[in-house]
């Protein structure tokens, strides 16, 4: 998309905006939902293939016995945590981690194709990482925040549940009953917003970085020595950047994946 | 660029779609698989500790076994040494009584020899005698008439 007249400033604004429908609060991010639905019909039916062959019968091999180590250690990893029935839990891990492994991914394509693939399809914007849309990493940290809640009712009962939420951690004192509330209130709400934000500011961190190394080149409108030297500089920085990206890629997956765990099975505590 | 807005709501259906799926359809089909296969994993490791203790318990037995059968072995050999010299004392024993038995017969036989031969010379001296004293006499003794006197001479030879 990078036109020869395109000002940095431009440029980089037109790989911030998203392709939208709407007006107000019922405006839709096509390009994020687009994605994102695509990416977890895609984990869906890798997931499923792979389960579809699983047998006790026969080894693994390709496709299966990657899926067969990702899920174990995954389930692995969330009973280090969790000392329970953790099908469930282990379900929703494997779910996130999945399924943001597959949108960060996103990142590490190269920074103009998405736009030009969806610009064939007459789509003015194409902003291709869903896990920079603050709509998407919320959506999940919300559900997280529904099974905290869920979980400690589910484990206190509704009245204990509440009791604890004036009685912790100062003490049952009526007088402490509304600073327990405030204090508990910052509590439950830091852990949506600190997942919401985390993985949201990594992969627009991420994203904002690759724009800014493929600036390098864009004012170069002819073959020179300085250009090509550019060029260069933009494909070494833009490689080094892309192999450490990798990293966060799946770090901030991971982050995403344990901390849900810890949390709920924290909310199964008693105080 | 922060702001929610109804992307948020397709984004959680997404969310709970996904998740209903692998929940109900994807860590089902692989936990039943994998824990079967841990299960038998593990049976697989402690039959092998199992067998690796039988073969222990079973070199030991042998180890016994083939000291028994050693000592036994000693056994039947020591028994068939002694045996076989029994036989040979048996057998020199059968051999110098028959080797005597012989030489016993040997010696009847030569006492038997020795009188049948004294008897026909006896006779043959008589007849000698006889016909000597014939000659002497001028006449012929007859033999019938003279045989007693020929035997009474016969055995004062």
Known sequence: ???????????VNHHMTHLTVGQGFWTVHVDTLVVSSALAALVAL???????RASSETTPTGLGAFIEFVYDWVDGEVGNIYHGNRRFLTALALTLFTWIVAMNMTDLLPLDAPGAVAGAFGAKFWRV????????TAAMAVLVLLLVIGTGIRSKGAGGYLHEWISAPFGAHPALWIPNAILNLIELAAKPISLAMRLFGNMFAGELIFMLIALLSLSVTRVSAGGVALVGVQVLLGSVWAVFHILIVLLQAFIFMVLPVVYIAMAEEHH | MLSINATFIGQ?????????????????????PIEERQRRIAQGLAAGEKGEQALT??????DAIIREARERATQIIDHAQHRANEMVEEAKGEASSEGARLVEQAHQQIEL??????????????GIAVGAASKLLGKEIDATKHAELLNQLATQI
């Open chain 1, 1 to 11: 998309m990078a036109v020869e007249t395109e000002t940095p400033s431009a440029y």
């Open chain 1, 129 to 136: 990482l869903p896990t920079a849309d603050i709509n998407g």
């Open chain 2, 12 to 32: 959680f259906i997404v969310l709970l779609v996904l998740l209903w799926f692998i929940y109900k359809v994807v860590v089902p089909m692989l936990a039943g």
């Open chain 2, 113 to 126: 020899d020795t009188t049948r031969a004294r008897e026909s010379l006896r006779r043959e001296v008589a």
């Open chain 2, 57 to 62: 318990a079973a070199r030991g037995s042998a």
């Open chain 1, 46 to 52: 890798l997931l499923w293939l792979a389960a579809r």
